[in-house]
């Protein structure tokens, strides 16, 4: 994956933290202890924060994308929206589903990284930036850009996370993908004979495999993590992209709490080591001078409060209100898409309330 945008921006703004996902923004933070020692005596013995900000918040986008041999290796499996506060040291992330309909890209949001990388080197990051400031209104100062195999490494480098499962839950279509190709002992005439009737789990069970996670509080190494967040197909309610949208806001959490509990955000040394296990796997426009800012500032808001929401439709049976709806399928070439309730590229309900969650210190009501 490309190691960074060659995007020029025209100041420095306020560093950032993606809530609990901190560990994974500080990968890109150092590249070795020698080569960055200016950065490591800032650390040190500087410890005002100089970068500066246009506005009150800075907005980070988070992706995660599949990467290497993955079905799909550039479509978004995560994006994510997070604003942080450092006046208030507040963090409010918002979960934006897969499947919301951009009638700019004429398909969904999770193709956007995957349009601009196919423009030219960097585009996704230019691309995705600009769907999703439209969609906020609100500038993105930052893109972090991380892939599976990236997320996997940092989870076991930190021994693993313990996060609390609200619902147990059963999965019987998580994708093997090392077998994403296998016919499972057909000929290849019998397994297009067989497609036009049948499931892809039923003509080809060898692609799938069954996961189960148990209620309660779970210790997960960075493989049960990636198939905890990634679960798209489990049976009753954890079987919806917003289930799993608040499954990746539970991994953030965990994240942040571990991280900081090892120490590895004050040690830079921790922090070059974890850089050099997942450089490969990161792509982002961070520049190398304002690196030490962005450790100084995850260090002064390691207590800070996470805000989180799901983009998401009306609960009927829990009488909860949404900002999406599923249109019919007719009007969208038969594609099961989401779109805002007032209209496909309607945003103003979703930015009206995002900007109360950012803002207001009261409770603020879906209308």
């Given at each position: 994956?490309?190691?960074?945008?060659?995007?020029?921006?025209?100041?420095?703004?306020?560093?950032?933290?993606?809530?609990?996902?901190?560990?994974?923004?500080?990968?890109?933070?150092?590249?070795?202890?020698?080569?960055?020692?200016?950065?490591?005596?800032?650390?040190?013995?500087?410890?005002?924060?100089?970068?500066?900000?246009?506005?009150?918040h800075m907005n980070v986008l988070l992706m995660g994308v599949g990467g290497g041999q993955h079905e799909g290796p550039q479509l978004t499996d995560t994006v994510m929206f997070a604003?942080?506060?450092?006046?208030?040291?507040?963090?409010?992330?918002?979960?934006?589903?897969?499947?919301?309909?951009?009638?700019?890209?004429?398909?969904?949001?999770?193709?956007?990284?995957?349009?601009?990388?196919?423009?030219?080197?960097?585009?996704?990051?230019?691309?995705?930036r600009a769907v999703v400031s439209k969609i906020m209104n609100k500038p993105i100062d930052y893109v972090v850009v991380v892939d599976f195999n990236g997320f996997v490494k940092a989870v076991d480098e930190v021994g693993g996370l313990d996060v609390t499962v609200d619902r147990a839950f059963d999965d019987y279509e998580y994708p093997i993908e090392e077998n994403r190709e296998e016919l499972c002992g057909h000929t290849l005439e019998e397994a297009t004979q067989l497609i036009a009737t049948?499931?892809?789990?039923?003509?080809?069970?060898?692609?799938?495999?069954?996961?189960?996670?148990?209620?309660?509080?779970?210790?997960?190494?960075?493989?049960?993590?990636?198939?905890?967040?990634?679960?798209?197909?489990?049976?009753?309610s954890e079987g919806t992209d917003f289930a799993r949208s608040r499954r990746q806001q539970k991994i953030i959490q965990a994240f942040k709490d571990k991280v900081f509990s090892l120490g590895i955000i004050l040690n830079p040394l921790k922090i070059t080591a974890l850089y050099s296990l997942l450089s490969n796997s990161?792509?982002?426009?961070?520049?190398?001078?304002?690196?030490?800012?962005?450790?100084?500032?995850?260090?002064?808001?390691?207590?800070?409060?996470?805000?989180?929401?799901?983009?998401?439709?009306?609960?009927?049976?829990?009488?909860?209100?949404?900002?999406?709806?599923?249109?019919?399928?007719?009007e969208f070439n038969g594609t099961w898409v989401l779109i805002p309730k007032a209209g496909s590229g309607s945003y103003l309900q979703i930015q009206k309330y995002v900007s109360c969650i950012q803002n207001s210190t009261s409770p603020c009501a879906i209308q």
């Amino acid at each position: 994956m490309p190691e960074k945008s060659n995007r020029r921006a025209p100041h420095k703004k306020i560093a950032f933290i993606i809530g609990g996902f901190v560990l994974l923004l500080l990968g890109i933070l150092l590249f070795d202890i020698v080569k960055y020692s200016p950065v490591i005596f800032q650390l040190l013995f500087n410890k005002e924060i100089e970068l500066k900000k246009a506005n009150t918040h800075m907005n980070v986008l988070l992706m995660g994308v599949g990467g290497g041999q993955h079905e799909g290796p550039q479509l978004t499996d995560t994006v994510m929206f997070a604003s942080i506060d450092e006046g208030k040291n507040i963090v409010s992330m918002v979960s934006i589903p897969r499947d919301l309909y951009i009638p700019e890209l004429k398909g969904k949001i999770n193709t956007a990284y995957a349009i601009g990388e196919g423009k030219h080197d960097g585009g996704g990051i230019t691309l995705s930036r600009a769907v999703v400031s439209k969609i906020m209104n609100k500038p993105i100062d930052y893109v972090v850009v991380v892939d599976f195999n990236g997320f996997v490494k940092a989870v076991d480098e930190v021994g693993g996370l313990d996060v609390t499962v609200d619902r147990a839950f059963d999965d019987y279509e998580y994708p093997i993908e090392e077998n994403r190709e296998e016919l499972c002992g057909h000929t290849l005439e019998e397994a297009t004979q067989l497609i036009a009737t049948q499931t892809p789990t039923e003509v080809f069970p060898c692609r799938y495999q069954h996961v189960h996670f148990d209620k309660g509080l779970q210790h997960m190494d960075g493989k049960q993590a990636l198939v905890f967040v990634r679960s798209r197909y489990a049976k009753g309610s954890e079987g919806t992209d917003f289930a799993r949208s608040r499954r990746q806001q539970k991994i953030i959490q965990a994240f942040k709490d571990k991280v900081f509990s090892l120490g590895i955000i004050l040690n830079p040394l921790k922090i070059t080591a974890l850089y050099s296990l997942l450089s490969n796997s990161i792509h982002t426009d961070v520049k190398q001078e304002e690196f030490d800012d962005f450790i100084k500032l995850a260090q002064k808001m390691k207590n800070g409060k996470i805000q989180s929401i799901v983009l998401e439709t009306e609960d009927t049976e829990t009488n909860k209100k949404g900002l999406l709806i599923n249109p019919p399928l007719e009007e969208f070439n038969g594609t099961w898409v989401l779109i805002p309730k007032a209209g496909s590229g309607s945003y103003l309900q979703i930015q009206k309330y995002v900007s109360c969650i950012q803002n207001s210190t009261s409770p603020c009501a879906i209308q």
